[in-house]
C-alpha cells in the first residue's frame, strides 16, 4: 500500500500538470490576443507562472521518486515511525503535547506535525508506550514519556496493513 504522502503528492502532480496543459495556455493566449508582448505584464505573468508550474513539477516527481521506495510494510509496528500519532508527558513539568510524525515534506509544526527527522522525532523513533526519551533542545534537556501511541497502521491499514 502506498504511503499517505505520496497520495497526496501525486495528486498534486495531478493539478500541476492540468494547470500546465489547460489553463496556463488559454491564459498566455488571452494575453497574446491583446497585442505587443515587450510590454504585457499578463504575459510576462502567465509566463513566469509556467516556469514556477514546470519547477514544481519538477521537484513533486522528485519527491515522489524518493519516497516510492517505501510502502507501509516497511514502517514497523507497535513504535513511533512515520505517520505515528503520539501523545507526549513532559517528565518534568507534566505537560501534555501530541505529535505527528511526518516526513519532511509534511511538516506543519503549527499543527503538530513534526519531521521524523527532527530531535524530537529523531529521538521518538522505534519508541513504544510507556518508553522515555530525552531531548536535547535550545531550551536544554527535556524528558518526555510516551503515554499514548498510534500507528500508521492503526489509521491507514486497520491495524492489519
Known amino acids: ?23 496556463i495556455p ?24 509556467q516556469d514556477f ?3 514544481r513539477i519538477a521537484q513533486k516527481e522528485n ?17 513511533v515511525a512515520y505517520g505515528s500519532q503520539v501523545t507526549l508527558e513532559n517528565v518534568d513539568t ?8 511526518v516526513v519532511p515534506e509534511e511538516v506543519d ?10 530531535p524530537l522525532g529523531r529521538a521518538l523513533m522505534n519508541k513504544a508506550a510507556g518508553d522515555e526519551v530525552e531531548v536535547q533542545s535550545p531550551n536544554g534537556k527535556r524528558c518526555y514519556q510516551i503515554v499514548e501511541l498510534t500507528t ?6 486497520g491495524g492489519n496493513g
Do not use: F, W
Request: one cysteine or more.
Open 1 to 23: 500500500m502506498e504511503l499517505p504522502v505520496i497520495q497526496r503528492l501525486k495528486k498534486e502532480l495531478q493539478d500541476l500538470k492540468y494547470e500546465l496543459a489547460v489553463e
Open 26 to 49: 488559454k491564459i498566455l493566449e488571452e494575453a497574446r490576443a491583446h497585442g505587443d508582448l515587450s510590454e504585457n505584464a499578463e504575459y510576462d505573468a502567465a509566463r513566469a507562472r
Open 53 to 55: 508550474v514546470r519547477a
Open 63 to 79: 519527491q515522489v521518486r524518493a519516497l516510492s521506495v517505501y510502502t507501509l510494510a516497511d514502517i514497523p509496528r507497535g513504535v
Open 94 to 101: 507534566g505537560a501534555v503535547e501530541r505529535y505527528q510524525i
Open 109 to 118: 509544526a503549527a499543527n503538530g506535525c513534526i519531521s521524523l527527522h527532527a
Open 152 to 157: 500508521i497502521h492503526d489509521t491507514v491499514g
